[in-house]
Structures are given as structure tokens and as C-alpha cells.
């Protein structure tokens, strides 16, 4: 301010000492006047320059000026340049903040007081079937068609939330979503999705587990109860009580086979992946599936043609007793469902990519394209009547799928109705390495002195 008054009195001093050399007293007065009128319209100009400067807001055109107004443009700049900062910092924040949201497993969409989308991330275009972009400001209400989301939205009771099907199922793969409103701000809504089909997946097998397994026990316990009040009860001939006992003992058995394949698989969920450290010949595990899956025929009184062909000399790294036992259960399936006189065809092969298959063909009845997802899953049985007369637990199939996926591989189901099935495991090439040979004898045995 003072540099100010002293530029004002020092151009009019200028001024008025041009005058008085110009025309004395009367000029000296006369140039006091302009000297002061100059400062004030270049004072003017000055401020003109920085006030069209702040109507555009450029911290980078900013005019270089000195004294007062040099300083409100100096301090113009700084505080344009602060929020100018200010304003990347929050929009770089919100970035992050969407791109957390939109990486989220969830479906998030915010709508605006009139239930229009403002925004939405991929997971819930996904849930709902909605263009991320294009149905930008659309009512939500007009692209959600469904009857109980229609019904949830109207009636503003946000307090718990709903399910219903998601646009991103199939008909053979149905997806079902939950989904909650909640209101924040001035009547804006904020729509949460989350996928809920594995949750309710696992709820349904859970209770068919338990009902499964309840009635697979239930069946034999009530066969064992009625054989055993019938022999405390009633005198009867050899003959019977031995037919009794014999029955008792197949119930009894079969109890035993189904409480060793739920620990089994127990066993195969709580445990760690097998390593690498144990390797077995595969043909030492063909020959042991032959043998029994040959007695096993035998028992069932079933003629089969069963052709194993000769195994590859390569070995697998992993859990000897669990790789058995998934052959084993894909050989015993083959024989309790191929109808007798039928054809079994038991092979491995090796695979371009260094891997080896396990295949068991059968000319047995077939599966429908529907059931083969299905296989695996406990106890679920294409024909509950066909598997109670083969004496199967409904198991086997769900041990092969957790062993393979144990061993890292693959289990793959072939079949159709009247052309038989083809069950494969297939194993990947860091489980394989050809087999090692035993070292041949280098040296004879010394003989005894002559």
C-alpha cells in the first residue's frame, strides 16, 4: 500500500516539475493534475488486465504485474492453482474409489431420487442384464422387469433383502442374485447385488446330503431290526436263521461300505494336496483295477468282455491308495452297470501335452445329456431303482472327482443314452516321468574257494 501512495505523489511530482519548467507556476499545477490522472487510468488498465484474467480463471496466462495489483493476481494465481490441485485430487480419489467398486465381487448401482441409474459397476450389468453405459439415467424400474423386485422397490420396506433370478444364468445353469436397497442423500437409493447361487447351492446339497444319507442308513437299520426281532421272536429251522444271517450281513456290509466312502471323502476334503514324493508304476495300479474289477464281475455273475490294454511304462507322483481307489471306482461302476454279455474297454493313453489318461468304456445303458453335470455330486443316482439293485452308495463318482482335482486333473464324463459311457482321468505331465528300471545285475556272486 505504501509503495502505492508513494508511485501516485511520484508521478505527480514528475509531472507537475515537467509543468513548471514548461510554463512555471500555472504549469506546475496543470501537471500535478495529469501527472495524478496518468497514474489513475494506468492503475485502471492494470486492474482491467487481472479482472479479464479472473473471468477466465488460466492460472498459466496470469498477467505479470508488480505492487497491489501484481499481488491479488500473485495470490489469484496460487489459490486458482490450489484448487485447480485441489479438484484433480478429488477426482483422482473418486477414480479410485469407482475402480475399487468396480473390481468388487458385488453389484453396485446408484440411483437418483427418481430411480434412475447414475451409475453401475460390470458385476451388476452382469445381474441384471443392463448396458453399464448406454442405460445410463434409465429407470431401473423399466429395465428390472421382475415381478418381486418390482414389488420390493415400490414398497419401500428396504430392511431386509430379496432374491431373485439373475440375467446372467442359463437355462441349464440358472443364477439367482440377492439384492437390497439403500436409501442415502435426498432420496437417492444405493442397489446392492450379490450372487448368491453357490450359497444356495450348497444349502440344497447339504440337505440332500443329510436326507441321503439318512435314508441310505434308515434302509439296511430297518432291514437288520425286522431279521433280528424275527429271530428273538420266532423258533425257526436252520435253514432260515442261516438265510437270515446271510441277509443281515449283506445290510451290515452295505452300512459299513457307506460309512468307509463318507470318511473317504472326509478324509479327501480335510487333508492337503498329496506331493510328489511317491511314485507308482501305472501299470501296477491296471493290473490291481483288473484283478478286481474281474472278481467283482465274478461275484455279480456278470459275463463281460473286460480288455484292459496294456499300460505305458511311465509312473504318477501322488497318493498310491487314492489314485486305486478312483480307478477302481471307475472299473466297479463299469461292471455294476453294463448289462451282462456287454463290453468293457479299460486303457491309457498319453497325451500331446505330456499328460496321461485313464478311460473306462462301457456298453452299458448311457446317461442323458441332463445328468452328467450331475454325476459327481453324493448320492445322486440317475436310477435309484438300477443303483439299489447294483449295491452301489451313490459315492463313487464324487471320491474320483475330489481325488483327481487332488492330483491336479481333470475328470471327464461321455455318454448318451443306448451308446454306452467313456469315464476319463485325465492326470497333467507334472504328475508323469517315465518309468525307472530296477539297475541290472553288474556283478556275479563270488564262488566259494575250489
Not at 487481472?50 to 473471468?55: G, N
Not at 447385488?193 to 444319507?213: G, K, Y
Request: aromatic share 6%; glycine share 10%; proline share 5%.
Amino acid at each position: 500500500m505504501a509503495w502505492r501512495l508513494t508511485s501516485f505523489l511520484l508521478c505527480q511530482l514528475a509531472a507537475g516539475v515537467l509543468g513548471w519548467w514548461l510554463a512555471r507556476a500555472g504549469g506546475a499545477a496543470a501537471g500535478v493534475a495529469a501527472g495524478g490522472l496518468a497514474w489513475l487510468v494506468l492503475d485502471l488498465a492494470r486492474g482491467e488486465r487481472v479482472l479479464r484474467w479472473l473471468r477466465h480463471l488460466d492460472a498459466g496466462q496470469a498477467p505479470t504485474l508488480h505492487g497491489l495489483w501484481g499481488e491479488v493476481a500473485d495470490r489469484a494465481r496460487r489459490a486458482l492453482r490450489s484448487r485447480e490441485q485441489q479438484a484433480q485430487d478429488a477426482q483422482q480419489r473418486l477414480q479410485d474409489i469407482l475402480a475399487a467398486i468396480q473390481a468388487s465381487p458385488n453389484g453396485v448401482v446408484l440411483l437418483d431420487a427418481a430411480g434412475r441409474i447414475e451409475w453401475c459397476n460390470q458385476t451388476a450389468a452382469s445381474h441384471f442384464g443392463i448396458d453399464a453405459q448406454r442405460d445410463l439415467m434409465q429407470l431401473v424400474g423399466n429395465l428390472v422387469r421382475e415381478p418381486s423386485f418390482v414389488a420390493y422397490y415400490a414398497g419401500g420396506d428396504y430392511r431386509h433383502e430379496i432374491v431373485i433370478p439373475a440375467r446372467s444364468g442359463t437355462a441349464g445353469r440358472p443364477a439367482r442374485v440377492s439384492v437390497q436397497l439403500h436409501p442415502y442423500g435426498q432420496g437417492r437409493k444405493l442397489l446392492l447385488s450379490r450372487d448368491v447361487t453357490a450359497v444356495e447351492q450348497a444349502e440344497a446339497m447339504r440337505r440332500d446330503f443329510v436326507a441321503n444319507v439318512s435314508h441310505e442308513i434308515r434302509t439296511p437299520l430297518t432291514v437288520l431290526t425286522g431279521f433280528i426281532e424275527t429271530l428273538q421272536t420266532l423258533p425257526l429251522e436252520q435253514a432260515d436263521r442261516t438265510r437270515y444271517l446271510g441277509l443281515m450281513g449283506q445290510q451290515g456290509a452295505r452300512m459299513q461300505t457307506l460309512v468307509n466312502d463318507l470318511l473317504t471323502l472326509s478324509r479327501l476334503e480335510g487333508s492337503p494336496a498329496p506331493g510328489a514324493g511317491e511314485w507308482t508304476p501305472v501299470g501296477a495300479l491296471t493290473a490291481q483295477c483288473e484283478q478286481e474289477g474281474r472278481a467283482l464281475a465274478q461275484v455279480l455273475g456278470k459275463s463281460h468282455e473286460l480288455r484292459f490294454d496294456p499300460a505305458p511304462e511311465v509312473e504318477v507322483a501322488g497318493a498310491q491308495a487314492e489314485l486305486l481307489s478312483a480307478m477302481s471306482n471307475l472299473v466297479s461302476n463299469a461292471v455294476r452297470y453294463t448289462p451282462a454279455g456287454g463290453a468293457i474297454h479299460v486303457q491309457w493313453r498319453l497325451l500331446a501335452d505330456g499328460g496321461a489318461e485313464f478311460a473306462v468304456r462301457d456298453t452299458g445303458p448311457g446317461v442323458a445329456p441332463e445328468h452328467i453335470p450331475r454325476l459327481t455330486e453324493r448320492f445322486y443316482r440317475v436310477d435309484r431303482s438300477r443303483s439299489r439293485e447294483t449295491g452301489g452308495t451313490g459315492l463313487g463318482l464324487a471320491i474320483v472327482k475330489h481325488v483327481v482335482q487332488r492330483h491336479g486333473g481333470e475328470l471327464r464324463i461321455a455318454s448318451a443314452p443306448g451308446a454306452g459311457s467313456t469315464f476319463a482321468i485325465q492326470l497333467p505331465a507334472s504328475r508323469l516321468r517315465p518309468a525307472v528300471r530296477p539297475p541290472a545285475e553288474t556283478a556275479r556272486p563270488a564262488t566259494a574257494g575250489r
